[in-house]
Nanobody, 126 residues
Framework: QLQLVESGGGSVQPGGSLRLSCLVS????????IGWFRQAPGKEREGVLC????????RYAHSVKDRFFVSIDKTKNTVYLEMGSLKPEDTGVYYC???????????????????WGQGTQVTVSS
């Protein structure tokens, strides 16, 4: 059974940075694509970025392009979400999720993400 655990959330001032971690257990990262999603209070969950297990194809939501990046440590089976130039509208619960597509990925919530972590809170406020 695939399990995902997020960590690294917290409070930060606008313009600051955070790094979130998604530890994956039960399989290697090569067999799945990993997506990062977020949900603000009263809003629907939205995709932030995704990266495929093979070939490391990465896609970004327009709202985070050039501010958020993904990095992977396969020795630790961990996917990182590097967030910079944070804005108050980046506030929300951040989730990582896994889909069984190895060579492509999608930031759509409905794109076959069958495994989800419990989420970690990110608050951007002055």
């Amino acid at each position: 059974q695939l399990q995902l655990v997020e960590s690294g959330g917290g409070s930060v001032q606008p313009g600051g940075s955070l790094r979130l971690s998604c530890l994956v257990s039960g399989s290697t990262l090569d067999d799945y694509s990993i997506g990062w999603f977020r949900q603000a209070p009263g809003k629907e969950r939205e995709g932030v970025l995704c990266t495929s297990g093979r070939d490391s194809v990465t896609r970004y939501a327009h709202s985070v392009k050039d501010r958020f990046f993904v990095s992977i440590d396969k020795t630790k089976n961990t996917v990182y979400l590097e967030m910079g130039s944070l804005k108050p509208e980046d506030t929300g619960v951040y989730y990582c999720a896994a889909s069984g597509t190895r060579y492509w990925c999608s930031t759509s919530v409905s794109a076959g993400y069958n495994y989800w972590g419990q989420g970690t809170q990110v608050t951007v406020s002055s």
